[in-house]
């Protein structure tokens, strides 16, 4: 077996190479190979090159510099991009080593991107008409022979069907998460982990069918869509990694340590499992947002649950369906698709949900009146300001603004939402935006226009009222207001007033108030004024002017000369009033979704050696 198959490249005849540069190499020293000897038979069995001392010098310039210039992650493993959209991991490690080959190939070979979504390995989730839903590990037709159509927002026609899932299925999913979770619980942490980076790999390997889904369902650009995918390998894969160090940890605490105590007393304190999570996602992001769920809770020992939103439901399915082909315990993930109205709270108020992890609009505020004492994570939206200052570079913030406010046609909960600039520079920051408003590219997603189609008719609408009603307040606009069906071309409001919707509403599309302010304060009191405290931002050359108006800011995060993201995923990401509840990110959600459990010890008399 050695030194075949995939290894025949490491072997010279009778020597084993050395690697250099990512290359397999023959030594140029004419010096004899190291003998490695066989401890059982005790002769020799194996030649390996003796590398000089020019070679052995080299080679460690050559990995000095590059560990420099890398990213802390690259050193395990680096993903090199290729023209063709594929990657190519390169891994130097154990855990990571199933990884080391081709990934990202469409599922089927050949095939056209309209052709990838519910074939190849996706075929048994669809049954030629509806997509099936996802119970007690196998893909089933509901009972109610009713179906949800999803509307694809560029043609505005059917795209997909999935289940409509009655009561009596939902409650089948959770018993069967219920008994799936007490068994998941005694997996060693290695192991969980360790299906959890199959699942990398295979969402990488599956990212064009999954891609094309959200270009049809919520119109997201063609390469965003890859992005997504890939970021949410990238997210489970580092999930894995940080619940393995996470939920390793415990505590031990001593009863002397508390006045009138002696030592007689020892507690253990672990992490344990919530049981089972429902996991509910929005369009926007339905399968990052999703697996940033998903992830967090498996790691921890919990069953999860996923009720996709109707927009991007048939690319959450292809999601689970990644994590089915890795080979998770039966009923430990189900995906229950259907309408709001029918089995909306009868999921969110249902018994055997022990947490739920909630990310869209006003509907968390109604979960969360209803759901109990359970655990609640909540991320509900955002008005983002960006405040600029009179010495802030406008170049830098121009290009932030575009970014922050029209990526994805503004249907971002950290997108820029009202830009606040000091008086004096407002024209030149407004110049300059719009000059790249014009260079903004408007069209079908499956061009990678930089705006595409909203996704739905009805927020077409709602945007749509918001620009008039700032137009009959004598907003100055600086684009003529156009729409085509769900397309809305993107357009910058000048000289915003406070009685206008526009400055407080959340559009969640590509249109972007401006207004001018005379003093930081009043920029401060607007931002605080919002019913939203998701993120912000302020642009300044003045660090410490930057830090007392963070300070100032009532969001859960302020960027400093950078536009609201959500991303890195480890990072800690939360709101405040309607904005959410609790605090996401990688290990923030780990820890929500596991609780305390103490042990304590109690010894007959004080023992001072222990501890």
């Known amino acids: 077996m050695a030194a075949t198959g995939a290894f025949a490249e490491v072997i010279n005849g009778a020597a084993f190479k050395y690697n250099a540069e990512g290359e397999w190499k023959k030594c140029s020293s004419k010096r004899s190979v190291q003998i490695m000897m066989n401890p059982t038979t005790r002769k020799n069995h194996y030649k390996v090159q003796a590398s000089s001392n020019k070679e052995i010098a080299e080679t460690s310039k050559i990995v000095q510099k590059g560990l420099v210039k890398s990213p802390l992650w690259k050193t395990a493993a680096e993903v090199v991009h290729h023209e063709t959209d594929s990657f190519v991991v390169e891994a130097n490690n154990g855990p990571v080593a199933e990884l080391v080959k081709e990934v990202a190939k469409p599922a089927v070979k050949g095939a056209t991107r309209s052709e990838l ?29 009713k179906s949800v159509e999803i509307i694809n927002p560029t043609t505005r026609k059917t795209q997909y069907k999935v289940q409509a899932c009655t009561q009596e299925e939902v409650n089948k999913v959770l018993e069967s998460a219920k008994i799936a979770q007490k068994n998941w619980a005694k997996i060693p942490l290695w192991k969980r982990a360790e299906l959890l980076h199959k699942v990398d790999v295979i969402l990488k390997e599956n990212k064009h069918p999954i891609a094309e889904c959200l270009v049809k369902e919520v119109a997201k650009p063609a390469k965003d869509a890859v992005t997504e995918v890939v970021r949410s390998g990238d997210l489970v894969s580092y999930c894995a990694e940080e619940g393995v160090r996470v939920l390793a940890e415990g505590s031990f605490l001593t009863s002397d340590s508390f006045p009138g105590n002696e030592r007689s007393k020892f507690c253990m304190v672990s992490k344990i499992p919530l049981g089972v999570v429902l996991a509910i996602p929005p369009f926007n992001y339905p399968v990052n947002l999703a697996v940033s769920k998903i992830a967090p809770a498996l790691i ?215 207004i001018r302010i005379k003093s930081v304060e009043e920029g401060i009191e607007h931002c605080n004024g919002s019913n939203y405290g998701l993120q912000g931002c302020v642009f300044t050359r003045d660090i410490n002017k930057a830090m007392l108006i963070s300070d100032a800011m009532e969001t859960g995060t302020v960027q400093i000369n950078s536009a609201p993201a959500r991303g890195p995923d480890h990072f800690p990401f939360q709101g405040l009033r309607d904005s959410g509840i609790g605090s996401q990110g990688i290990t923030n959600t780990i820890n929500m979704m596991t609780k305390n459990k103490s042990t304590v010890l109690n010894l007959p008399s004080p023992s001072y050696t222990m501890g």
């Not at 190849?120 to 022979?145: M, N, P, Q, T």
């Not at 918001?466 to 003529?480: I, N, P, R, S």
């Open 117 to 145: 979504a519910g074939s190849g390995v996706f075929a048994e989730i669809f049954d030629g008409e509806v997509y099936k839903y996802y119970s007690e590990g196998e893909w089933k037709i509901s009972l109610s022979g």
């Open 300 to 514: 921890a020992g919990n069953a999860l649950v996923l009720k996709p939103p109707t927009q991007g439901a048939v690319a959450a399915l292809h999601m689970v369906h990644c994590f089915h082909m890795a080979g998770f315990p039966k009923g430990l993930i189900s995906c229950i698709t259907g309408k709001g109205s029918e089995i909306g709270d009868f999921l969110t108020m249902h018994p055997a949900v022990n947490c739920i992890s909630f990310t869209g609009g006003d509907t968390g505020i109604e979960i969360s009146k209803k759901a109990g004492m359970i655990p609640l994570q909540m991320e509900l939206g955002g008005k983002d300001v960006c405040i600029v200052l009179e010495d802030a570079d406008l170049d830098l913030v121009a290009t932030n603004i575009i970014k922050g406010g029209f990526s994805y046609s503004g249907q971002r909960c950290t997108a820029v939402k009202v830009v606040l600039v000091m008086e004096s520079v407002a024209s030149d920051l407004v110049e300059k935006v719009n000059a790249m408003v014009a260079k903004l590219t408007v069209g079908r997603p499956e061009d990678d226009c930089d705006i595409t189609p909203v996704v739905s008719e009805t927020s077409s609408n709602y945007i749509e009222e918001l620009v008039m009603d700032a137009k009959q307040k004598g907003v100055t606009m600086c684009q003529e207001f156009k729409r085509e069906g769900n397309l809305i071309w993107p357009l910058l409001l000048d000289n915003v007033r406070a009685d206008m919707r526009i400055a407080w509403e959340e559009p969640f599309g590509p249109v972007l108030p401006v």
